[in-house]
């Protein structure tokens, strides 16, 4: 049985555990996957004790995403751009692989949600990792203009500049967000405590999407709100999935169904 795990701190609520033991389920792979909390102290120290017990792989959620990152010895090309990780894996050559799965499974749950990227004017709110994290895959879809907005305006025009050689991108504030938008992504951490950016009422296009990447038992308070401008409102538990899923594919090479998985989640909620 190869061992696998999620780190964070604290970890006592993550779904991780369940998501891929229903994939191993599914797929008849034979895994364990446990949570483990990470001293926030000694993240590498967590990981080693994880390896010398046989562990192959894990998923990195807050706080560690950045120290998983300067961890790696080999990166793909999203967590170089990301500056973050949420899935290592251990190769048979001793080198640790860093990989960020959050964007793939945010743009795999846009398209099962019927968004259409191409020719999209795209608003992402927030600058913080997960976001870094999603603006590469948004970008390889070719929107006509992707705008990130965020309460520390300087954080947005920093990623906008990161990311400029990818497609057409612009950071600042949310005073300075212009809609109608056609999809508008709240990747900031707000919703956690009830809050919403302070957003222009005009911000949605016709049959535009709102996704909250929070997800919850009632819709978050940006959903409640983008509904009652007309837009579509989904949250982010199809994220988790995806991104579990594009994890588990890395480790084992078998890609597993998502949708029974997610409709279990989402009557556990
Ligand atoms: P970070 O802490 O890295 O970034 C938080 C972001 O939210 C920053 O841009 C911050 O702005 C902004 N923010 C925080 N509070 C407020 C507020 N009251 N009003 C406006 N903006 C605010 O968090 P992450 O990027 O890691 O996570 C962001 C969200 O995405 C979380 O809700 C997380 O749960 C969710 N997420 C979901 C995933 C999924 O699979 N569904 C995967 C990853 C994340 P500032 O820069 O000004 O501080």
Request: proline share 5%.
């Amino acid at each position: 049985m190869t061992r696998y795990c999620v780190f964070g701190h604290p970890i006592g609520h993550s779904k991780s555990p369940a998501i891929h033991a229903a994939f191993a389920a599914q797929t008849g792979e034979n895994i364990e996957y446990v949570a483990i909390e990470a001293p926030l102290d000694d993240f590498a120290g967590a990981w080693q004790t994880f390896v010398a017990s046989g562990g192959q792989g894990a998923n990195v959620t807050v706080p560690f995403k950045e120290e998983a990152y300067r961890l790696c010895t080999q990166l793909t090309e999203q967590a170089r751009r990301a500056g973050a990780v949420n899935t290592l894996r251990l190769l048979p050559d001793g080198n640790l692989e860093g990989d960020t799965t959050d964007g793939v499974g945010l743009v795999a749950d846009l398209k099962r949600q019927g968004a259409r990227l191409q020719g999209a004017n795209i608003l992402v709110l927030g600058a913080g990792g997960a976001v870094r994290g999603v603006l590469a895959p948004l970008l390889a879809h070719d929107p006509a203009g992707l705008t990130v907005a965020n309460r520390t305006a300087a954080k947005a025009s920093a990623l906008a500049q990161d990311f400029a050689d990818l497609g057409t991108i612009r950071g600042g504030g949310f005073d300075s967000v212009a809609g109608p938008f056609d999809l508008v992504i709240n990747g900031t951490s707000a919703s956690l405590s009830g809050e919403l950016p302070p957003l222009p009422d005009d911000l949605f296009a016709e049959g535009a999407l709102a996704y909250d990447m929070m997800y919850g038992a009632e819709p978050t308070v940006f959903m409640a709100w983008a509904a009652e401008r007309g837009a579509r409102s989904v949250d982010g538990l199809g994220m988790l999935v995806e991104q579990a899923a594009a994890s588990f594919a890395r480790w084992r090479g078998v890609v597993p169904e998502t949708a029974p998985v997610l409709s279990t989640l989402r009557q556990a909620l």
